[in-house]
């Protein structure tokens, strides 16, 4: 993985056999980031990602192997309990034609992944709200 700042943005390759997650929060805890919004597109050959039932409070998880690009990896980082958290989604395609996404909770490159983080001066950390069961912005 590669990044370059500029002010308040960065733009970051992540590389084959790299997982996403993992090289984004390596560059959040690097750059001191606490509130940023991403975008991503590139390449993953293999994926998990999941939905979350909120009748059920019940998350159920897919995986997904073969070639895909991804149609869409947006998301947020900010903090939980004043420490690194981060909150994505995405949409990847196959041969097919055939999207499938979710919450992400893992991808593994498969040849370049091309992300720009746009760093929000502020900071919103997040709780844990029993009403929906999932951990939710929180504004003081």
Known sequence: MQYKRFDNNIIARI?????????????AIKEDIKLASISALGAIGWFEAGVYDTDKKQYYKNSFEGTFEIVSLTGTINTMDGQYYSHLHISAGGKDGKVFGGHLNKAIVSATCEMVINIINGRVDRFY???TGLNLFKFD
């Open 15 to 27: 590389d084959k056999g790299e997982e996403i997650l993992e090289q984004l929060k390596n560059i």
């Open 129 to 131: 709200d029993d009403k």
